[in-house]
């Protein structure tokens, strides 16, 4: 009988966490592809010399954004059952692109009126990698230099 | 240099296809896997056992379990009868170490067999089976299980079967709920087939002591009758004993296939004291007029 | 395509910058080799299975990192970083990231 009752909660956290999952994470991607649209004009550099040739620069400062998202029983199980055959945790890679993608946007969003982000570096940590009845999430933290131009100066 | 900004058409950065599919397909084969695992195992620890005799099996587990021979108490009269009907089943059965009984005072209908030579028979069984035959029918079977070493096998297989699933989940535990219930299915169903063959032995043994099967199914009969309410098939996958209804028809199978009859079954004979039956409230027409 | 972690590629002029691209991938051993790491841990020594697996995904980010520059047009990928992370029990992430640039 306590066979039956664990494996019907099984089946019951594994359906909630797909469906409800699936939702949060279609929603996601679709802010997160809307907002990028509107951020393609603030470009981000990894390197340390600015995009093209830059007017004089009035200030730069150091910029960050960052974001903790959480798995779902789904995608857990998913990969406690990928650590049985080895292989790409294909459950978690989605996880991860929206992590980051979703920092940078924080990052851009957390600086109006910057004209550039140079030196963007990307730090990924995990809070209680999600063992026994722990949450599982992965926090990003992408920081950069963002500049700011002389305002009346000709722009790039 | 100009900047020249765009957004990738297509994300290369996670997997197209259904995580549904994957999900499935994984836990498919993690099932088969463990199913695998444990049959080859099971075929491992049979053969270890096997080259074990049921006397040195008694002698391996009374070193840990006593059989009860050191009680203070006298046997009682009913303990005396069933074991006198043992000490009868015990060549038929092939058990040539001492095997006592015991009865304890219970509404469950059931007994069981200990590991290291004791039997206890529940009072709740003394009240659904009347007759010699049908609680001989239950002691050899009990006896059958000494007899194929089923303690040993059951304990062997749950040491190695729980020994490998901690090793190959680790600490995880969402997989170990998948896991276990694989498992828990896999012991159950040999369970069964070991409760079966002990059936199998018993009615041998019946019908080897009193040359005929009279009362074998009395048991299982009297149990199904008193049984009411829904019965979820799916649980029987996880019991350890097959349905009552399988084990009547596997008996009654075998009766035909092995030629035994059936005949007149007696009952059972309590030499008891009138006062005793009193106390306990038993009817007094217990003992044969 | 040119893959490296300078702020040039030596020998060619930037033309053009596309922004940022990055690839990613998270892989997990498998049981096997989970039970192999818990002997070395007795014994000591040089984790090969685990090198290998964590040498193949590097290299599986980087592919993946160049096919999203190749859709943006670029052919070039600078500033190249590497970041190594565990985010669940027994599966290790990948990420590498750089600025996708055309260069001449």
Same mark, same amino acid.
């Given at each position: ?15 909630? +966490? ?8 279609? %929603?996601? !991607?679709?802010?997160?592809?809307? $907002?990028? *649209? ?41 990969? +406690? ?8 945790? %294909?459950? !978690?890679?989605?996880?991860?692109? $929206?992590? *980051? ?56 | ?289 | ?104």
């Amino acid at each position: 009988m306590e066979n039956l009752i664990n494996l019907g909660v099984f089946i019951i956290l594994i359906s909630c +966490g797909y469906v409800f999952g699936k939702i949060a994470e279609k %929603r996601h !991607y679709k802010s997160i592809i809307n $907002r990028e *649209r509107k951020f393609l004009t603030l470009p981000a550099v990894s390197g340390k010399n600015p995009v093209g040739e830059v007017p004089p620069i009035r200030r730069a400062q150091l910029v960050q954004g960052s974001v903790v998202i959480s798995v779902d029983y789904f995608k857990r199980m998913l990969a +406690g059952l990928r650590n049985f055959f080895g292989g790409t945790v %294909r459950s !978690y890679e989605t996880l991860l692109d $929206r992590a *980051r993608r979703e920092a940078l946007l924080r990052l851009k969003e957390s600086c109006p009126g910057a004209r550039q982000i140079i030196n963007l570096r990307i730090e990924t940590s995990s809070i209680s990698k999600g063992g026994k009845n722990r949450i599982g999430s992965v926090e990003i933290l992408a920081y950069g230099t963002a500049l700011y131009y002389d305002i009346g100066s000709p722009s790039a | 240099m100009k900047y020249l900004p765009s957004l990738p058409r297509k994300n290369d950065n996670v997997s197209h296809n259904h995580p549904l599919r994957e999900f499935f397909l994984l836990l498919a084969g993690v099932v088969a896997l463990v199913l695998a695992a444990y049959w080859s195992l099971g075929l491992f620890v049979d053969f270890a056992v096997e080259r074990i005799s049921p006397e040195r099996e008694a002698r391996l587990f009374s070193a840990a379990f006593s059989n009860g021979a050191d009680k203070e108490d006298p046997p009682s009269d009913r303990e005396a009868a069933l074991q006198e009907i043992v000490d009868n089943l015990a060549p038929c059965i092939d058990i040539t170490f001492p095997v006592r009984v015991g009865v304890q005072e219970s509404e469950a209908a059931n007994a069981a067999a200990f590991p290291g030579g004791r039997i206890v028979v529940f009072s709740g069984l003394l009240d659904k089976v009347k007759s010699e035959n049908g609680l001989a029918f239950v002691l050899a079977h009990e006896l059958g299980h000494y007899k194929n070493r089923d303690h040993l096998r059951l304990m062997g297989r749950g040491i190695v079967l729980v020994s490998l699933t901690a090793m190959v989940t680790g600490g995880n535990a969402d997989i170990a709920r998948v896991v276990a219930p694989a498992r828990d299915v896999g012991q159950a169903r040999y369970s069964q087939s070991r409760e079966s063959k002990a059936d199998r032995s018993a009615l041998e043994a019946l019908n080897c002591h009193y040359g005929h099967i009279g009362g074998a199914t009395e048991f299982f009969e009297a149990m199904s009758a008193g049984r009411g309410g829904v019965d979820i098939g799916a649980l029987h996958y996880f019991s350890s004993h097959p349905e009552l209804k399988e084990r009547i028809d596997a008996l009654n199978d075998l009766a035909g296939a092995m030629g035994f009859s059936s005949g007149e079954v007696a009952r059972i004979r309590f030499e008891r004291e009138d006062a005793g039956a009193a106390e306990e409230g038993r009817p007094s027409g217990w003992r044969d007029q | 395509m040119f893959v490296t972690n300078t702020e040039m590629v030596h020998g060619k002029t930037i033309t053009a910058c596309h922004g940022v691209v990055a690839g990613s991938t998270v892989r997990a051993k498998h049981a096997g080799r989970d039970i192999m790491a818990g002997l070395k841990n007795i014994f000591g020594g040089e984790l090969k299975g685990y090198t290998e697996l964590l040498g193949e995904s590097r290299d599986q980010a980087i592919t993946r990192m160049k096919a999203q520059a190749k859709q943006m047009g670029a052919n070039a990928i600078v500033n190249v970083r590497f970041s190594t992370s565990s985010v669940a029990a027994g599966a290790a992430e990948i990420y590498v990231y750089g600025t996708a640039v055309t260069v001449e």
